[in-house]
């Protein structure tokens, strides 16, 4: 088929957090997947190989060894930007129908105005109709106290101009949609929701050995104030006598620190240094390995914008059982080894943990979790073609 439509992946917006990242990394995987008559083809933007972004990356390293040097703490940063845009590369890099290009601002805006692509996950805020937008969440309205006003008017005017600058926009839950027609008026453009469906990207061989040798539950989140690490950690306070120890990881930088201490702290205080281990910068294979070999994921937020997060997401896909807060996103999850506890309250998970650990789970096979996760992927694949074949 001669002159087929151009799909392209503006990934610099997302390369700024890990959950940007793993969504593109869902989207145009499943999408690959599903499209073996290659009816589009495919192009990945991505803030590297350049050099306003070479720019960028020197300059955020050269302040963190300066920082570093003044605080005698000397411990390297990569530019978020960098290190994620190169997880991107190289889980891509090997794929046919895909087109990898590093581009800075100037050139990404040449892609996303050409009027004959049609932009997937596009932030951008022009008038090009040919884009399917993208809004992650409504986390400023409900839990207003962690941000400053500023940020909050800044989002709101954000998300209104992707309501009025698309036709479609895509969201990770029905909470999330309910919002946007809750917070905004006069809503033209058609909202979709991703399916929930779990599967595996990455090399699930490659965390076949066991790191952690003992029984354990396992938190990996943000170490931000809503992921509410305080209530898991209280609850094993009264957990001792059972064989079965907390880990917690997460990603630990600057802007973080001041929780991920009280958190430490809160650990101190309860004399729970032996019941729980407070992990932090994991690579993300090691942080896979964890969730393979845990008794169940346990996820405590106060707030989502999609179904228990990612971790549950990666958890299910390992067919792990996961403990999750009753918040109404997390009521999306449709999984048969999950279990609720009410928000904030470490007596009902302390309920939870242990009903959980006494369960016995038949184990399925490599070769099982595979073929459960192709499924997966290709439906969800199947989800995505079908939204941009309708853009004419």
């Given at each position: 088929?001669?002159?087929?439509?151009?799909?392209?992946?503006p990934?610099?917006?997302?390369?700024s957090?890990?959950?940007?990242?793993?969504?593109i990394?869902?989207?145009?995987?499943?999408?690959?997947?599903?499209d073996?008559?290659?009816?589009?083809?495919?192009?990945?933007?991505?803030?590297?190989?350049?050099i306003?972004?070479?720019?960028?990356?020197?300059?955020?390293?050269?302040k963190?060894?300066?920082?570093n040097?003044?605080?005698?703490?000397?411990?390297?940063?990569?530019?978020?930007y960098?290190?994620?845009?190169?997880?991107?590369?190289?889980?891509?890099?090997?794929?046919?129908n895909?087109?990898?290009?590093?581009?800075d601002?100037?050139n990404?805006?040449?892609?996303l105005?050409?009027?004959?692509?049609i932009n997937?996950?596009?932030?951008?805020?022009?008038?090009?109709?040919?884009?399917?937008?993208y809004?992650?969440?409504?986390?400023?309205?409900?839990?207003?106290n962690?941000?400053?006003?500023?940020?909050?008017?800044?989002?709101?005017n954000?998300f209104?101009?992707?309501?009025?600058?698309?036709?479609?926009?895509?969201?990770?839950?029905?909470?999330?949609?309910?919002?946007?027609?809750?917070?905004?008026?006069?809503i033209h453009?058609?909202?979709?929701?991703?399916?929930?469906?779990?599967?595996?990207?990455?090399?699930?061989?490659?965390i076949?050995?066991?790191?952690?040798?003992?029984?354990y539950?396992?938190?990996?989140?943000?170490?931000?104030?809503?992921?509410n690490?305080?209530?898991?950690?209280?609850?094993?306070?009264?957990?001792?006598?059972?064989?079965?120890?907390l880990?917690i990881?997460g990603?630990?930088n600057?802007?973080?620190?001041?929780?991920y201490?009280?958190?430490?702290?809160l650990?101190?205080?309860?004399?729970?240094?032996?019941?729980?281990?407070l992990?932090?910068?994991?690579?993300?294979?090691?942080?896979?390995?964890l969730?393979k070999?845990?008794?169940a994921?346990?996820?405590?937020?106060l707030?989502?914008?999609?179904?228990?997060g990612?971790?549950?997401?990666?958890?299910?896909?390992?067919?792990?059982?996961v403990?999750v807060?009753?918040i109404?996103?997390?009521?999306e999850?449709?999984?048969?080894?999950?279990?609720?506890?009410?928000?904030?309250?470490?007596?009902?998970?302390?309920?939870?943990?242990?009903?959980?650990?006494?369960k016995?789970?038949?184990?399925?096979s490599?070769?099982?979790?595979?073929?459960?996760?192709?499924?997966?992927?290709?439906?969800?694949g199947?989800?995505?073609?079908?939204?941009?074949?309708?853009?004419n």
């Amino acid at each position: 088929m001669l002159n087929k439509k151009k799909i392209i992946f503006p990934a610099a917006y997302f390369c700024s957090w890990n959950g940007g990242t793993k969504l593109i990394k869902m989207c145009l995987d499943s999408i690959l997947y599903f499209d073996k008559k290659k009816n589009f083809e495919y192009v990945l933007l991505l803030p590297d190989k350049n050099i306003l972004s070479n720019m960028k990356r020197i300059s955020f390293v050269s302040k963190n060894i300066v920082k570093n040097i003044l605080t005698l703490n000397f411990k390297y940063a990569e530019w978020p930007y960098h290190s994620n845009a190169k997880e991107l590369r190289n889980f891509f890099s090997k794929r046919k129908n895909l087109k990898i290009l590093g581009v800075d601002y100037r050139n990404e805006k040449k892609y996303l105005n050409d009027k004959k692509n049609i932009n997937f996950l596009s932030m951008d805020l022009n008038s090009n109709k040919k884009k399917i937008g993208y809004i992650f969440d409504f986390q400023h309205k409900y839990l207003n106290n962690f941000f400053s006003n500023k940020q909050i008017n800044d989002r709101d005017n954000f998300f209104k101009k992707i309501i009025e600058n698309n036709n479609q926009i895509i969201v990770n839950s029905n909470q999330t949609k309910k919002d946007i027609f809750k917070f905004y008026n006069k809503i033209h453009a058609k909202v979709e929701v991703l399916p929930f469906l779990p599967f595996i990207d990455f090399d699930i061989k490659s965390i076949d050995k066991r790191i952690f040798k003992e029984n354990y539950f396992v938190i990996c989140n943000q170490f931000w104030s809503h992921k509410n690490f305080e209530t898991a950690i209280i609850s094993f306070k009264n957990l001792s006598k059972f064989n079965f120890k907390l880990v917690i990881t997460g990603q630990l930088n600057s802007k973080n620190k001041k929780y991920y201490n009280e958190i430490l702290n809160l650990i101190i205080k309860n004399q729970l240094q032996k019941n729980i281990i407070l992990l932090n910068n994991l690579e993300k294979k090691v942080q896979l390995n964890l969730i393979k070999y845990c008794i169940a994921l346990i996820q405590p937020s106060l707030f989502e914008g999609g179904p228990g997060g990612f971790s549950v997401y990666e958890a299910i896909s390992l067919n792990k059982p996961v403990i999750v807060s009753n918040i109404k996103v997390n009521r999306e999850i449709n999984y048969n080894k999950v279990f609720y506890f009410k928000t904030g309250d470490h007596n009902d998970l302390k309920k939870k943990i242990i009903c959980v650990y006494k369960k016995k789970y038949k184990k399925i096979s490599i070769n099982t979790l595979i073929k459960k996760s192709n499924r997966n992927k290709f439906m969800f694949g199947k989800f995505l073609h079908n939204l941009v074949s309708k853009i004419n």
